[in-house]
């Protein structure tokens, strides 16, 4: 039964009244050929679109919007399009990161200052899905993610190759001279075959995927390959739900719960996906008033093993996972662990919605009995170096590597890191921790660069691995023993602020511990002597950023956000 009527619709306000405010509008609205029956007492849909040029991920949404539209006019709504900060990945300086409370605040001003009752939001690249959603949990509207799935497979010379994964792998060959420059430029021409997201399981298939099982995507759709036919036809099915769910006033804070949350939590677990989920659910959590810690996704992590065989943890990538079976056949596969009855945007449960999901390749999307390895998709770490946390992901990691002790060599930020790596008069071996500092948000926005290149002459000597630890992210789609995230940061007088080259560094993921192995006396000299760094903005955007962001265990929202609360809508005159 409609819980709304065409007088309670929000853009009514707007349109129905016989105010001089109402004509204007009506008017707006007519100037560009619309008819008064098309818009007055139907809901009207924004579709917040994040394509650009400059997000090449993103490039096809132009048409999906169109295919959008068709669905919302056919359920009777009137759909309008409102541009949004693209935020592609790759190319945004200094990182999409810096960008994301940014998108965040502007999908949650677009709705409010517009006469909108119902939203899709058109995202996938990396810190759109979160950026957009944070913005509409905190307008509180119906609202349905629309993801702009993945690329097709990456092939070279009959080669899987993976995004990120396989770039990081090629580059350390090129440095250690196994391939030559015209290898290089094949590989450069084959990796990205289509529109759409990064084929690995990183960062955007991550959070995709989490949100699907969260019930704000329809359920499976993230899983649908960019370019495949079945993806304009799921575009017109959102665009016909979304009518429906104004109608409803099936709104965000009516699907998701804290069952919801941990079913995402479970999701990504099960898939090894990115690390930067922690930063980024955190902070959607924190937009509807919902406790979440590192804590609780280590829990998780403990309980779910890893099943899908995807780059970077595995071998497979997300074409291949489409043909398998997709997320309901992953979600269906790892039922017992999900809470089936929690509501998904499609107006029943997530339980009806994958109920007999098959699973079409058991290599691809393993068996519970038969996991990827005994390893996690995430640990927690903390202790003097890391009181506020730290994270690593040992499904990705060399297993060799989550118990060790090492002298320390540092870096000053990733200039630093470049200048020097591959000089050979750096003292380094297999067995140093590798440490970047002044990586994360305050310092330079929270960018990915956790995953810091291996010297040349360790990569001749065929070291593909060693110990990395950071206060950045690093990519979802890299793997590596990387320790990310370290909080409070060194930017605002963080432990890691305090190292020095040689100081033994201790890591055990088992235990779930980060040491620097340096007597308490000592450290609280350094800290006396420790000086702030310079701010790295004077005006814009970037002093605003560095006032007001949280740290990485906290979300990296601003503080002045990351709390739920409605704001009035706007008053019409």
Same mark, same amino acid.
């Given at each position: 039964?409609?819980?709304?009527?065409?007088?309670?619709?929000?853009?009514?306000?707007?349109?129905?009244?016989d105010?001089?405010?109402?004509?204007?509008h009506?008017?707006?609205?007519?100037?560009?050929?619309?008819r008064r029956k098309?818009?007055?007492?139907?809901?009207?849909?924004?579709?917040?679109n994040?394509w650009?040029?400059?997000?090449?991920?993103h490039?096809?949404?132009?048409e999906?919007?169109?295919e959008?539209?068709?669905?919302?006019?056919r *359920?009777?709504?009137?759909?309008?399009e409102?541009?949004a900060?693209?935020?592609?990945?790759?190319?945004?300086k200094?990182?999409t990161?810096?960008?994301?409370?940014?998108?965040?605040? $502007?999908?949650e $001003?677009?709705?409010?200052?517009?006469?909108?009752?119902?939203?899709v939001l058109?995202?996938?690249?990396d810190?759109?899905?979160?950026?957009?959603?944070?913005?509409?949990?905190s307008m509180?509207?119906?609202?349905i993610?629309?993801?702009?799935g993945? =690329?097709?497979?990456?092939?070279?010379?009959?080669q899987?190759?993976?995004?990120g994964?396989?770039?990081?792998?090629?580059?350390?060959?090129?440095?250690?001279?196994r391939?030559?420059?015209? $290898?290089?430029g +094949?590989?450069? $021409?084959? =990796?990205?075959?289509s529109?759409?997201?990064?084929?690995?399981?990183g960062?955007?298939s991550?959070?995709?995927?989490?949100?699907?099982?969260?019930?704000l995507?329809?359920?499976?759709?993230?899983s649908?390959?960019?370019? @495949?036919?079945?993806? #304009?036809?799921? *575009?017109?099915?959102?665009?016909?739900?979304?009518?429906?769910?104004?109608?409803? @006033?099936l709104?965000?804070?009516?699907?998701v719960?804290?069952h919801?949350?941990r079913n995402?939590?479970?999701?990504?677990?099960?898939?090894?996906?990115s690390t930067n989920?922690?930063?980024?659910?955190?902070?959607?959590a924190?937009r509807?008033?919902a406790?979440?810690?590192?804590?609780?996704?280590?829990?998780?992590a403990?309980?779910v093993?890893?099943?899908?065989?995807?780059?970077?943890?595995?071998r497979y990538?997300? &074409?291949d996972?489409?043909y398998?079976?997709?997320?309901?056949?992953l979600?269906w596969?790892?039922? +017992?662990?999900l809470?089936?009855?929690?509501?998904?945007?499609?107006g029943?449960s997530l339980?009806?919605?994958i109920?007999?999901?098959?699973?079409?390749?058991?290599?691809?999307i393993?068996?519970?009995?038969?996991?990827?390895?005994?390893?996690?998709?995430?640990?927690?770490l903390r202790?003097?170096?890391?009181?506020?946390?730290?994270v690593?992901?040992?499904?990705?990691?060399?297993?060799q590597?989550?118990?060790?002790?090492?002298?320390?060599?540092?870096? +000053?930020?990733?200039?630093d890191?470049?200048?020097?790596?591959?000089?050979e008069?750096?003292?380094v071996? +297999?067995?140093?921790?590798?440490?970047?500092?002044m990586?994360?948000?305050?310092?330079?926005g929270l #960018?990915?660069w /956790?995953?810091?290149?291996? !010297?040349?002459?360790l990569?001749?000597k065929?070291i593909?691995?060693v110990?990395?630890v950071?206060? *950045?992210?690093?990519?979802?789609?890299?793997?590596?023993?990387c320790?990310l995230?370290v909080?409070?940061?060194?930017a605002?007088?963080?432990?890691?602020a305090l190292?020095?080259?040689?100081d !033994?560094?201790?890591?055990?993921?088992?235990?779930?511990?980060?040491e620097l192995l340096?007597?308490?006396?000592?450290?609280?000299?350094?800290?006396?002597?420790w000086? #702030?760094?310079? !701010?790295?903005? &004077?005006?814009?955007?970037g002093?605003?950023?560095?006032?007001?962001?949280l740290?990485?265990?906290?979300?990296g929202?601003?503080?002045?956000?990351?709390?739920? /609360?409605?704001?009035?809508?706007?008053?019409i005159?």
């Amino acid at each position: 039964m409609p819980k709304k009527t065409p007088e309670t619709l929000r853009s009514y306000r707007w349109y129905g009244t016989d105010h001089l405010r109402s004509f204007a509008h009506r008017q707006r609205s007519m100037q560009i050929g619309f008819r008064r029956k098309d818009f007055v007492g139907r809901p009207v849909i924004g579709l917040i679109n994040t394509w650009s040029e400059m997000s090449t991920c993103h490039y096809h949404l132009r048409e999906r919007a169109e295919e959008i539209r068709r669905g919302i006019w056919r *359920a009777g709504g009137f759909p309008v399009e409102l541009p949004a900060m693209s935020l592609g990945e790759v190319m945004v300086k200094p990182t999409t990161m810096f960008y994301r409370n940014f998108l965040a605040m $502007e999908t949650e $001003e677009l709705i409010r200052s517009h006469p909108i009752d119902g939203v899709v939001l058109m995202g996938g690249c990396d810190k759109t899905t979160p950026a957009l959603l944070m913005g509409a949990f905190s307008m509180g509207l119906p609202c349905i993610f629309f993801p702009a799935g993945p =690329m097709l497979n990456g092939v070279w010379r009959d080669q899987r190759i993976g995004v990120g994964t396989d770039t990081k792998r090629f580059w350390d060959d090129l440095r250690a001279g196994r391939i030559g420059k015209e $290898e290089w430029g +094949e590989i450069e $021409e084959a =990796m990205t075959r289509s529109n759409g997201t990064c084929n690995t399981m990183g960062t955007a298939s991550t959070m995709t995927s989490i949100v699907d099982a969260m019930g704000l995507s329809l359920t499976g759709s993230s899983s649908i390959p960019a370019v @495949d036919s079945a993806h #304009p036809r799921m *575009a017109t099915d959102v665009g016909e739900r979304i009518v429906e769910m104004v109608w409803e @006033d099936l709104k965000p804070a009516d699907i998701v719960t804290a069952h919801t949350i941990r079913n995402g939590l479970v999701t990504w677990m099960a898939l090894g996906g990115s690390t930067n989920a922690a930063v980024h659910l955190i902070g959607m959590a924190k937009r509807l008033g919902a406790a979440l810690t590192l804590d609780d996704m280590a829990k998780v992590a403990r309980q779910v093993p890893v099943i899908a065989d995807l780059m970077p943890s595995g071998r497979y990538l997300m &074409e291949d996972f489409h043909y398998a079976g997709g997320l309901k056949a992953l979600l269906w596969r790892i039922r +017992e662990h999900l809470t089936l009855d929690a509501q998904t945007v499609e107006g029943r449960s997530l339980g009806e919605a994958i109920k007999g999901s098959e699973v079409y390749n058991d290599e691809v999307i393993r068996p519970l009995d038969r996991p990827l390895n005994d390893r996690p998709a995430i640990a927690v770490l903390r202790g003097n170096l890391a009181p506020g946390g730290a994270v690593v992901k040992p499904s990705a990691a060399s297993p060799q590597l989550l118990e060790h002790t090492g002298p320390a060599v540092v870096f +000053e930020g990733y200039e630093d890191m470049t200048a020097r790596i591959d000089d050979e008069s750096l003292d380094v071996d +297999e067995n140093t921790v590798f440490v970047l500092r002044m990586g994360g948000p305050v310092g330079a926005g929270l #960018p990915e660069w /956790g995953d810091m290149q291996i !010297p040349k002459k360790l990569l001749r000597k065929g070291i593909r691995d060693v110990v990395r630890v950071s206060d *950045a992210r690093m990519s979802g789609t890299r793997d590596g023993t990387c320790v990310l995230h370290v909080s409070p940061e060194a930017a605002v007088g963080g432990p890691l602020a305090l190292i020095q080259d040689g100081d !033994p560094i201790r890591l055990s993921a088992s235990e779930g511990r980060l040491e620097l192995l340096v007597e308490d006396a000592e450290l609280e000299r350094r800290r006396a002597a420790w000086k #702030p760094p310079a !701010p790295a903005y &004077e005006r814009g955007y970037g002093v605003m950023f560095a006032e007001h962001v949280l740290q990485a265990n906290e979300g990296g929202d601003f503080d002045y956000l990351a709390r739920p /609360g409605k704001i009035k809508d706007p008053s019409i005159y």
